[in-house]
DNA sequence: ATGGTGGGCAACCCA
């Protein structure tokens, strides 16, 4: 089984694109962010016309979103809470009926957090750390098994998941109380799945900013997006690919489509 | 130190 997360910025903007990812990848499961549309508006046709007969979607006017899309049959997990109490369509949970059983699947959207890393200064990074503490207490108090949760954590935790680890030091994304609540996060119940076939010492990117004239070229790269699964998934790893060409479809994303197989 | 480029949606908000 093939899982596809993805910031898509838009999906009714980069349907074409989303098409173009289901041609190329041929998830099973995909797994949306920033689809910036709200439930009524939500592109109704499209799920079933890409071969996924089963979607979920929460979304909102302009900002935020999230969706997933499955060929395989699923319900709603609407367990978790309304994290920070904002109602702000940051996070989706379904349980997919896999042939091995049930396996719980998690999309969640991290607030980015703003430019300036000090909560008392920036409310949006304030924030980023309450709705992290929040969700690294959610899974403590919630022990997850047969579980996946990726998604846009906003978050590049490693050295090598950023360009400069140096020069990132103060840019959220990769400051220290980040990275403390993220470990704090991942340790509540999963492990890392995409460091499981690339080592830390390696760069892994899944993010190029838009402000670059050749993404390529400065290749400043970010590794936002992740895929983490419960220990007793781990067996089930079989492969990982980041499509880093997305990045160069026209009219692309800033963040690329990451895809974890499982043999479930 | 600064600004660079996107999307949403109608003035700036957000990334």
């Known amino acids: 089984m ?3 997360t993805w910031n898509i910025n838009s999906l009714r903007l980069r349907l074409p694109l989303l098409e173009r990812m289901v041609t190329e990848l041929s998830p099973d499961v995909i797994c949306l ?25 929460r979304g909102m006017k302009g900002y935020n979103g999230v969706a997933i899309l499955s060929r395989v049959p699923m319900r709603r997990d609407e367990t978790a809470p309304d994290w920070c109490l904002k109602d702000d369509r940051r996070h989706i949970a379904a349980v997919l009926e896999t042939p091995t059983g049930p396996v719980t699947l998690h999309d969640f959207y991290v607030p980015a957090g703003g ?17 992290v503490d929040e969700a690294a207490d959610y899974f403590a108090a919630n022990p997850p098994a047969r579980s996946i949760l990726v998604g846009d954590l906003n978050i590049a935790p490693l050295e090598h998941d950023v360009w400069s680890h140096k020069q990132l030091r103060d ?8 990275i403390e609540r993220m470990t704090r996060w991942l340790g509540n119940g999963f ?15 899944t993010w190029w900013s838009y402000r670059n004239r050749d993404w390529r070229a400065s290749n400043r790269g970010r590794r936002l997006d992740h895929v983490w699964v419960t220990p007793d998934l781990v067996p089930a790893l079989r492969g990982l690919h980041i499509h880093q060409e997305a990045r160069d479809w026209t009219g692309p994303s800033d963040h690329v489509p ?3 197989d499982l043999a479930l």
């Not at 492990?191 to 990117?205: I, N, Q, S």
């Open 2 to 4: 093939r899982i596809v």
């Open 33 to 57: 962010q920033e689809t910036k549309v709200p439930d009524e508006l939500f592109p109704e046709a499209a799920p079933g016309a890409l071969g996924y007969p089963f979607h979920f979607r």
């Open 115 to 131: 430019d300036i890393p000090d909560p008392a200064a920036n409310p949006k990074y304030a924030h980023k750390l309450a709705f």
């Open 171 to 178: 840019v959220v994304s990769h400051t220290e109380p980040e």
């Open 191 to 205: 492990t890392d799945a995409m460091r499981h076939f690339v080592p830390p010492a390696e760069k892994l990117y």
């Open 258 to 260: 990451v895809a974890i």
